[in-house]
């Protein structure tokens, strides 16, 4: 795919988000923009100076360790706390009532929450056997990578890697599965590798929870990877983030965990690392 065209999408996605949370606020904060201009494919953004400032500058194995030390300064937060905290950070923009379900793009009540048909849960977009973490207080219940989805819709993703291909059920929203792989909606797709990506520099074997790495994979079971790799960065390419994921990102880093998915403040990383 041409590169060119991805950053200017990006300059101009960063534009309009920009213009577009100055004025949003959210429950007990005003989200701060996160998005400014792109030069040359380099996204800058307010926290450079700040929040950032010892990783902007580097590349490859040095950036990936500055990243993670600076997004490993987080407050945890309890499984059971993850419902009240996935009713902000995923609401409805146009239904404070609602949340957006992932991959269904449905938007569904607050109020059902749950295990029930109808219901949504706490999905782990990196699967929580993919290392084998459950939903103890660490990257089971990590926000950056929670998200509300329909129950069975959730489990029919259940814990398998990501690719391209499959075939539609019922509410998939445009999402696709086969016998070993999971595709979501094409409207979060950049959304999805960039949770992941995220997982990936965050856990790195150093605070009692496994490594966890992206590989080119579908068939990565219990082992701490998940993939596939290429597949994932072409869908980050293809679908750059957007207006509710940088809301998303702000909200998490202001009012509940305090750190941030830097995939989403600088798209340009991820090829830098991988």
Do not use: C
Request: charged residues 20%; without cysteine.
């Amino acid at each position: 795919m041409p590169v060119t065209p991805i950053r200017r999408r990006w300059k101009s996605l960063a534009l309009a988000t920009s213009a577009v949370l100055v004025g949003l606020t959210v429950p007990a904060l005003t989200a701060p923009s996160a998005g400014a201009a792109t030069t040359a494919g380099t996204a800058t953004t307010a926290y450079d100076d700040t929040y950032y400032a010892d990783a902007v500058g580097k590349s490859g194995p040095a950036l990936k360790d500055s990243l993670h030390t600076i997004i490993s300064d987080q407050t945890k937060i309890s499984y059971s706390a993850v419902w009240e905290a996935l009713k902000v950070t995923d609401q409805d923009p146009n239904n404070s009532n609602n949340v957006i379900l992932l991959y269904s793009g449905i938007s569904r009540s607050k109020s059902l929450n749950g295990g029930d048909t109808g219901d949504w849960n706490r999905e782990h977009v990196w699967a929580k056997s993919h290392g084998d973490f459950g939903t103890s207080t660490g990257p089971g219940t990590d926000l950056h990578h929670l998200r509300p989805e329909d129950v069975q819709v959730n489990s029919i993703r259940g814990n398998k890697d990501f690719d391209n291909g499959g075939g539609s059920f019922a509410n998939s929203g445009g999402s696709l599965t086969d016998s070993n792989s999971f595709e979501p909606r094409d409207a979060v797709k950049g959304d999805v590798a960039r949770m992941i990506l995220y997982m990936a520099v965050r856990y790195e074997g150093t605070d009692g929870w496994p490594d966890l790495e992206p590989n080119d994979s579908v068939t990565n079971g219990t082992n701490p990877y998940h993939g596939r790799l290429s597949v994932l960065k072409q869908w980050h390419q293809e679908d750059p983030p957007s207006t509710f994921e940088q809301r998303r990102n702000n909200v998490i880093h202001d009012s509940y965990q305090h750190n941030r998915n830097p995939f989403i403040d600088h798209p340009e990383w991820v090829e830098s690392i991988w």
